[in-house]
């Protein structure tokens, strides 16, 4: 179809005085603004009759709508020029009016000047099935060098004007040098007309952006959708109508974030000034507290994005108890209510380590939990996160004593040892029980059930069991760490009294 198109033009150009200025402008369906259909005059207006210079040239745009059954909503402009050459250009899919003016070179007056219905109504189009249609827009001007410029609305002309009210999508100007007798062919690229500039974090749309505060430079994506008056997303190599102003400006703090457009750090401020433009910040990892930063786009109602490291305290968590829970504080400054967090303990930490968080949005408290046997010397790490990815990683180290295990147990009158029961043959006998517990030097805590029985005292790892009278006791030893140790005692007192 597309070169079809572009031989008819040729073929147009083949009298002595023509020209062919063809622009293909390829649209999708869908889109807001003037509907497909509405009604329009189909003309030029009068300011752009058929010159009477001898040797006058005509020429013809020819855009291009596509069928309506597309499933793209975002539209894209195929130029296809005379060397057959293509590129995609940018065209909103909600366009029905073009509007084209020429001023000869070093003059300031428009020479001439049209306005086209491009609807499916108007008598410049042709339908050519499931909604789509070919609109040919003839030209006349004197043969010369020229600045051209085309705009694009969303309502179709009423009387050969562009309605008040509609709006404009689309612009580009270029110059051209019209040669009597021959194909020109000019090609538009059409910047979109900026109207309105989204943000998206990995959950969509948002204002909100965070990054890891862990003294590592990191660099934030922020994804921007720009779109035209009508809502159309704005795509394509051209550059917009006009730049977006973007600038960033920091709290609680200074000189840690930075703005990198299109890849170059442009520090506090720049442009972005077309649709393949990036938007990042630079962060080098630093500040805390409350540090954060507000990057604005866009010079009318900017939009206002937050940019907030999470900070993370205790940065390191140190376990020397058996069963231990720990709290971890995190800050995300300007966090709306719907950031969530979790703490994860990494594959490699004890399976008996849990990780929990209680709160949302600016600032919460994780918390770490570990049940681990005695003797238990190992370091992992836990991964503090939120729900946009943003995570910082906390290391974790275990140093539990014990077990607690019984030695060597000396004395008189005593059989056994606290390894099964230790039996005393009388009141006033002494047992020296020796205890082990690696990773801790005493001393031990231990305590009697039943102290008409047995009384304890402890020195370091080594606890005295003294006897008093006849029955059983236990004796509980234990260390800071949470192991324990029980060693079960009987005293039998064959005769005479105790005293």
């Given at each position: 179809m597309l070169l079809q198109e572009v031989n008819f033009v040729k073929r147009l150009s083949q009298g002595a005085a023509a020209i062919a200025m063809a622009l293909v402008l390829t649209a999708c369906g869908?889109?807001?603004g003037g509907a497909a259909g509405s009604p329009g005059g189909g003309g030029v207006p009068a300011t752009n009759p058929p010159p009477t210079t001898q040797g006058s040239a005509k020429g013809y745009i020819v855009v291009v709508y596509p069928a309506t059954t597309t499933t793209t909503t975002t539209a894209s402009v195929l130029v296809r020029e005379s060397q057959g050459r293509r590129r995609p250009l940018y065209i909103a899919p909600s366009t029905v009016t073009a509007v084209?003016?020429?001023?000869?070179?070093?003059?300031?007056?428009?020479?001439?000047?049209?306005?086209?219905?491009?609807?499916?109504?108007?008598?410049?189009?042709v339908a050519t099935g499931g909604g789509g249609r070919t609109c040919t827009i003839p030209i006349y001007v004197n043969p010369g060098t020229y600045s051209v410029t085309l705009q694009t609305y969303d309502q179709a002309p009423v009387n050969g004007q562009v309605p008040s009210g509609a709006k404009q999508l689309a612009t580009s100007t270029i110059t051209a040098t019209i040669a009597q007798d021959a194909t020109n062919s000019l090609s538009f690229v059409l910047s979109g007309i900026?109207?309105?500039?989204?943000?998206?974090?990995?959950?969509?749309?948002?204002?909100?952006?965070?990054?890891?505060?862990?003294?590592?430079?990191?660099?934030?994506?922020?994804?921007?959708?720009?779109?035209d008056p009508d809502g159309n997303v704005i795509t394509g190599p051209a550059p917009y109508a006009?730049?977006?102003?973007v600038s960033i400006a920091e709290s609680g703090g200074t000189g840690h974030m930075s703005l990198v457009v299109a890849g170059v750090n442009v520090g506090s401020s720049g442009n972005i000034t077309k649709p393949s433009d990036s938007l990042a910040v630079q962060y080098d990892g630093k500040g805390s507290g409350t540090y954060h930063s507000t990057v604005s786009v866009g010079s009318t109602a900017p939009l206002s994005l937050t940019v907030s490291p999470m900070y993370v305290a205790p940065s390191a968590l140190s376990y020397t108890k058996l069963v231990q829970s720990q709290n971890i504080g995190v800050t995300e400054t300007g966090a709306p209510s719907s950031i969530a967090y979790s703490a994860t303990p990494n594959s490699w930490c004890p399976s008996t380590t849990n990780g929990s968080t209680a709160g949302t949005g600016a600032s919460t408290t994780a918390t770490v939990a570990v049940n681990v046997p005695g003797g238990t010397n190992?370091?992992?790490?836990v991964s503090v996160t939120d729900i946009l990815g943003t995570t910082v990683t906390v290391p974790v180290s275990y140093a539990m004593s014990g077990p607690i295990t019984a030695g060597t147990v000396t004395g008189s009158n005593i059989s056994g040892s606290c390894a099964t029961t230790l039996s005393f043959s009388g009141a006033g006998?002494?047992?020296?029980?020796?205890?082990?517990?690696?990773?801790f030097s005493g001393p031990l805590t231990a305590s009697s059930s039943n102290t008409g029985v047995v009384t304890v005292s402890v020195n370091g790892l080594t606890v005295t069991i003294t006897s008093v009278g006849a029955g059983t006791a236990n004796v509980s030893i234990s260390d800071p760490a949470g192991n324990a140790y029980t060693c079960a005692t009987g005293v039998t007192v064959t005769g005479g009294t105790v005293s």
């Open positions: 869908g889109g807001g084209w003016s020429a001023t000869p070179q070093g003059s300031q007056t428009v020479a001439y000047s049209g306005v086209a219905d491009l609807s499916s109504g108007s008598s410049l189009c900026v109207s309105g500039v989204t943000a998206t974090n990995g959950l969509g749309a948002a204002t909100f952006f965070s990054t890891p505060g862990d003294g590592s430079p990191h660099q934030v994506s922020i994804g921007l959708t720009v779109t006009s730049p977006i102003p190992t370091s992992c790490s006998v002494v047992a020296t029980q020796a205890m082990s517990d690696p990773g």
